[in-house]
């Protein structure tokens, strides 16, 4: 609160600052980043004998993830969006890390980068169904604060822009704007 003008206040969510943070520190735990399944193919019975390529197809289709909504923060500091989040944070799926890997090489082939955003990308995106919601976690009362507002908000219309015009580059299908 303004003790000068006690109708105008500003409030900061911290959570992109906290994550970029985090996630530089060496011993970080990847834990709870990383969507878990199971540990080896013990599950698939008889079906694990099949011949690695098709085992992998049919493991991508089971682990693949569903439609996803996936995190853009806003970091005034920066200027930018990071996928880097904590609540909820934009999980690696199962299918790039799991079973030693043995997924990866075809769910790259639907996971792509989400549009660079200023800070990061978040590197296993599918453009077909998931959404990246931008979210901005600050608020403040006055002309000040919407004009941050409307800032960001250009800031992320001008990035998704420059992605649509990247020749190569699929442009994302949903967006969420908080």
């Known amino acids: 609160m303004d003790p000068h003008n006690p109708e105008h206040y500003r409030i900061d969510n911290r959570e992109a600052w906290d994550a970029l943070r985090l996630v530089s520190t ?10 878990l399944g199971p540990p080896d193919e013990t599950f698939m019975g008889d079906a694990a004998k099949l011949p690695t390529e098709l085992k992998a197809m ?7 993830p569903g439609p996803r909504v996936i995190r853009a923060i806003y970091n005034g500091a920066n ?12 999980k690696l799926p199962y299918v790039i890390y799991g079973l030693d890997g043995l997924m990866k090489p075809i769910a790259r082939t639907k ?7 200023g800070i990061d990308v978040y ?26 507002y409307i800032n960001a908000i250009r800031r992320a219309s001008r990035r998704l822009r420059a992605h649509a015009n990247t020749a190569g580059s699929a442009p994302v299908r949903r967006i969420q704007i908080t």
């Open 26 to 35: 060496p011993d970080y735990p990847l834990d709870g980043l990383i969507k």
């Open 58 to 64: 049919v493991l991508v289709e089971k682990f693949l």
């Open 79 to 90: 200027k930018g969006y990071t996928y880097r989040c904590t609540y909820p944070p934009n």
């Open 111 to 117: 996971l792509k980068a989400a549009p660079y955003m």
């Open 123 to 148: 590197t296993f995106f599918d453009r077909e169904i998931d959404t990246v919601a931008f979210e901005y976690l600050s608020c403040e009362t006055g002309r000040k604060g919407s004009d941050r």
